[in-house]
Nanobody
Framework: QGQLAESGGGLVQAGGSLRLSCAASGRTFSRNAMAWFRQAPGKEREFVAAISRSLSTYYADSVKGRFTISRDNAANTTVNLQMNILKPEDTAVYYC?????????????????????WGQGTQVTVSS
């Protein structure tokens, strides 16, 4: 049974940066698509970024050019989200997710229904 644990959230001023990390345990996700989603108060969970097993990356339009997703499959899989030029509208709980299916080399989904493993989330707050 795999588990995901996020870290790196916090409070930052607008224009600042944060780096989120997601560490997998219990099983390997080296051949699985992984992603970051976020949920702001009163809003639905939304896609942020995803990365395929071959390192193809996908981003929501709202974060493209500011956020970078990466992964390290050595030992246990780690997925990172480097967030730059943060805006108050980026404030949300950020969740790491993994697809249980062995994925294609280039595909990583944008729909939360495609992901089976979820972390507990880490709060990111951007002050204006």
């Amino acid at each position: 049974q795999g588990q995901l644990a996020e870290s790196g959230g916090g409070l930052v001023q607008a224009g600042g940066s944060l780096r989120l990390s997601c560490a997998a345990s219990g099983r390997t996700f080296s051949r699985n698509a992984m992603a970051w989603f976020r949920q702001a108060p009163g809003k639905e969970r939304e896609f942020v970024a995803a990365i395929s097993r071959s390192l193809s990356t996908y981003y929501a339009d709202s974060v493209k050019g500011r956020f970078t997703i990466s992964r390290d499959n050595a030992a246990n899989t780690t997925v990172n989200l480097q967030m730059n030029i943060l805006k108050p509208e980026d404030t949300a709980v950020y969740y790491c997710a993994a697809d249980q299916r062995i994925g294609s080399y280039y595909y990583a989904g944008r729909d939360s229904a495609e992901y089976d493993y979820w972390g507990q989330g880490t709060q990111v707050t951007v002050s204006s």
